[in-house]
C-alpha cells in the first residue's frame, strides 16, 4: 500500500495507537496523520510533575506508553492518588474547553510518554479541519459526559 511506503514505522505505529481511541473514531487515517502532526509528543521521568493542581490547563494528554497518577490534596494538605492513566487514556481534558486553573495534580508513575492536544490545536481543526474538529468534539462531549455520570454516581 502506498500510504505505509511514505511513512516510516515509528509513524505508523503512532497512527495505528491514535485510531484505537475512542476520541479519535471516525476520522479517516489520511485525517489521522493531520492529527498526529499536530499532537506534540513529550517524555516525562518517573516521579516527574506533569502539571500541578491549580496550573492553568492548555492540553489535553494522551498516555502513549508509561502511567500517569492523578493525585489531589485531601484535608490534611496530603496528595492523595484519586485515578491511574494507563496508555491508550487521557486526562487534563477540561483544558480543551477553557483555561482554568487544574483541579488535580498530575505525576509520571514510570518514564512516560504522552502526546498532548491543545486548545489551540482543537480550535484549529474546528475552524480549518471542521471534518476532524466535529468528530473531536462530539467524542470529547460523550466522554465527558460519562465521566460526569460516574462521579455524580459516586457522591451518591
Given at each position: 500500500?502506498?500510504?505505509?511506503?511514505?511513512y516510516?514505522?515509528?509513524?505508523?505505529?503512532?497512527?495505528?495507537?491514535?485510531?484505537?481511541?475512542?476520541?479519535?473514531?471516525?476520522?479517516?487515517?489520511?485525517?489521522?496523520?493531520?492529527?498526529?502532526?499536530?499532537?506534540?509528543?513529550?517524555?516525562?521521568?518517573?516521579?516527574?510533575?506533569?502539571?500541578?493542581?491549580?496550573?492553568?490547563?492548555?492540553?489535553?494528554?494522551?498516555?502513549?506508553?508509561?502511567?500517569?497518577?492523578?493525585?489531589?490534596?485531601?484535608?490534611n494538605?496530603?496528595?492523595?492518588?484519586?485515578?491511574?492513566?494507563?496508555p491508550?487514556?487521557?486526562?487534563?481534558?477540561?483544558?480543551?474547553?477553557?483555561?482554568?486553573?487544574?483541579?488535580?495534580?498530575?505525576?509520571?508513575?514510570?518514564?512516560?510518554?504522552?502526546?498532548?492536544?491543545?486548545?489551540?490545536?482543537?480550535?484549529?481543526?474546528?475552524?480549518?479541519?471542521?471534518?476532524?474538529?466535529v468528530?473531536?468534539?462530539?467524542?470529547?462531549?460523550?466522554?465527558?459526559?460519562?465521566?460526569?455520570?460516574?462521579?455524580?454516581?459516586?457522591?451518591?
Amino acid at each position: 500500500m502506498f500510504f505505509n511506503r511514505i511513512y516510516d514505522e515509528q509513524v505508523l505505529k503512532k497512527i495505528d495507537f491514535i485510531k484505537g481511541l475512542k476520541l479519535f473514531e471516525g476520522i479517516k487515517k489520511k485525517h489521522l496523520i493531520h492529527v498526529l502532526e499536530n499532537l506534540q509528543e513529550r517524555k516525562y521521568l518517573k516521579g516527574e510533575t506533569i502539571f500541578a493542581e491549580n496550573d492553568i490547563g492548555r492540553a489535553l494528554f494522551i498516555v502513549f506508553s508509561g502511567k500517569v497518577g492523578i493525585y489531589r490534596k485531601n484535608k490534611n494538605g496530603e496528595n492523595k492518588l484519586i485515578s491511574e492513566v494507563n496508555p491508550g487514556e487521557f486526562f487534563g481534558e477540561m483544558a480543551l474547553l477553557e483555561e482554568m486553573p487544574r483541579t488535580a495534580t498530575a505525576v509520571a508513575s514510570e518514564e512516560t510518554v504522552v502526546f498532548m492536544l491543545f486548545k489551540t490545536k482543537l480550535e484549529y481543526f474546528l475552524f480549518s479541519k471542521p471534518q476532524i474538529g466535529v468528530h473531536l468534539i462530539y467524542h470529547l462531549s460523550n466522554i465527558l459526559s460519562a465521566r460526569l455520570r460516574v462521579f455524580l454516581s459516586n457522591e451518591n
